[in-house]
């Protein structure tokens, strides 16, 4: 009964934080197994289902129990046994991705722990997306927003590589393969999804009408998922691998070792047979780690891009931009061209802050016509703001830290245990907690797979050895700084 109670006020907590409608997509079939000393194990109903939620959630889990039970430092989730004989699948065994499968006439948000999707939809699909009506098998995708063309693409230094190579893929059309597989990278809001999207527009659109497919990770996992839940994973397979041009977003995020073997698979075929493969992430192919070897060594094998934060310049051109497309809905609309250039210059973040920014800026002049630049100010403060030193990385922290101690990264996530690699594996474990907001089981996935209580000791053992050792001190300290300083 005890452990009963402890489950159901972590249910409530986990409801409370995630909201109803992730927690009944994600959690809902989520039972208690059992809790053996300071382990709490969990079982959901399938494999993806385990890997998404580890992937994803396992943090956020583990902070809310062990804030009900400060004893417990673990926790495994569990896939539940099949006992029942063989029948057809009932809803309470499917992966809860969805309720039930989307339909065109029904898009699904797809919720991915706390980040929202760029496109705020993932999920339609009889979507032979540009696809000729006699097409051999349904080709599937996420949904394309017809506002992202290239026209509507403002290029500047920080894309102009990246937009010329989409341009020439985008141009040639099937059978003419550039660049492949071509690997776009950048943070978030800089573009990415806009500018893979304006290939798939344009090339679908052609007249040479490639088959092409435009796909997130995630929605990847979800498709395949339920094809093989559904045992019609060969379809799927024998789909894909008649297309000309297959487009995914957000790399990072594909997850699960089932998944990406398939994946593995898919990108073998395509780039065997000269097919045209355009790639997404919010980091380069070989600081994925996440990913499958294969997987990484196949995408690092192509043309990788990374795209920048955009200049003033540019953020300048895209607030004019949007002005003017604001203005064809109302045409009463005005924003000094004083204001738009000290927006331009004060959010230098992101794109999508400076959108954020032009719709504070409109919302604000429906009641507040005269907007002085000390006003201004005021409303964008938690925008400016984000101009600061980018997010310290877990990746930056290995690179830097096994420099220093003259390692290799592969080493500190290794299994290796000598001195000369214990030593700098732990200080980057300690550099991890102090300088990222990243838990003790996400940093021990990202050191090899390690155990929550490994990075724990690791950075107790640090932070006393520190107290006592001046020269250590100083060694940590300017790792500190060299780490800040390439996050600068």
């Known amino acids: 009964m005890k452990h009963e ?67 417990i ?33 029904a898009p699904m948000s ?75 990278h950048s943070g978030v809001g800089l573009g990415k999804t806009h500018l893979l999207q304006a290939i798939a527009n344009s090339a679908v659109s052609s007249a040479r009408a490639p088959r092409v497919v435009y796909l997130t990770a995630e929605y990847f996992m979800w498709r395949f998922a339920t094809a093989i839940r559904d045992n019609d994973a060969l379809t799927l397979k024998d789909s894909l691998r008649n297309i000309d041009l297959l487009i995914i ?13 398939e994946f593995c698979h898919l990108l073998n075929t395509l780039l065997d047979s000269a097919k045209q493969v355009v790639v997404a992430g919010d980091r380069a192919p070989w600081e994925l780690e996440s990913l499958d070897p294969r997987v990484r060594s196949r995408l690092q094998g192509g043309v990788a891009i990374e795209m920048e934060s955009p200049d003033y310049e540019m953020r300048f051109e895209m607030l004019k931009r ?23 210059r004060s959010v230098a973040s992101s794109g999508r802050d400076l959108e954020g920014a032009f719709n504070q800026l409109v919302f604000r002049k429906s009641f507040e016509p005269s907007l002085s630049l000390e006003r201004v100010d005021e409303l964008l403060v938690h925008l400016v703001g984000t101009g600061e030193a980018k997010r310290v990385r877990i990746e930056d922290i290995q690179r830097i830290v096994a420099r220093h101690y003259n390692v290799s990264r592969q080493e500190l996530v290794s299994n290796r ?22 838990s003790f089981p996400e940093i021990g996935r990202r050191f090899g797979g390690r155990d ?37």
Request: overall charge positive; some cysteine.
């Open 322 to 344: 949007r002005l003017e497309i604001a203005q064809q809905d109302d045409p009463s609309l005005d924003i000094s061209v004083e204001i738009l250039s000290h927006v331009a």
């Open 5 to 71: 109670a402890l489950f159901e006020r972590f249910s409530k907590r986990l409801k409370a934080q995630v909201g109803q409608d992730v927690y009944a997509s994600w959690f809902g079939r989520l039972k208690l197994h059992s809790i053996s000393k300071s382990v709490v194990r969990l079982t959901v109903p399938t494999t993806f289902l385990k890997s998404w939620i580890n992937n994803r959630y396992l943090d956020q889990i583990t902070t809310i129990l062990q804030a009900e039970d400060p004893d």
């Open 249 to 261: 977003d957000d790399m990072q995020f594909l997850q699960g070792k089932m998944i990406q073997n």
């Open 417 to 438: 245990r000598t001195r000369v690699v214990v030593k700098p594996r732990q200080i980057a474990m300690y550099l991890a907690k102090t300088l990222t907001p990243r």
């Open 110 to 184: 797809f919720p991915r722990g706390s980040a929202a999707r760029e496109t705020g939809k993932v999920a339609s699909f009889p979507m032979s997306l540009g696809t000729r009506p006699a097409a051999a098998g349904p080709l599937f995708g996420s949904p394309l927003d017809s506002r992202f063309t290239f026209d509507s693409y403002i290029e500047g230094p920080s894309n102009r590589v990246a937009l010329a190579a989409a341009k020439t893929i985008a141009e040639a059309g099937a059978g003419a393969v550039r660049f492949n597989p071509l690997f776009i």
């Open 452 to 488: 929550h209580t490994t990075v724990l000791h690791a950075v107790r053992k640090i932070e006393d050895l520190i107290t006592g050792d001046t020269k250590l001190c100083h060694e940590v300290e300017l790792l500190k700084r060299l780490i800040n300083e390439n996050n600068a």
């Open 73 to 105: 430092l673990k926790v495994e989730i569990l896939v539940r046994s099949a006992s029942r004989s063989a029948r057809p699948v009932a809803s309470e065994d499917r992966p809860l991705i969805a309720e039930a499968a989307p339909s065109a006439a």
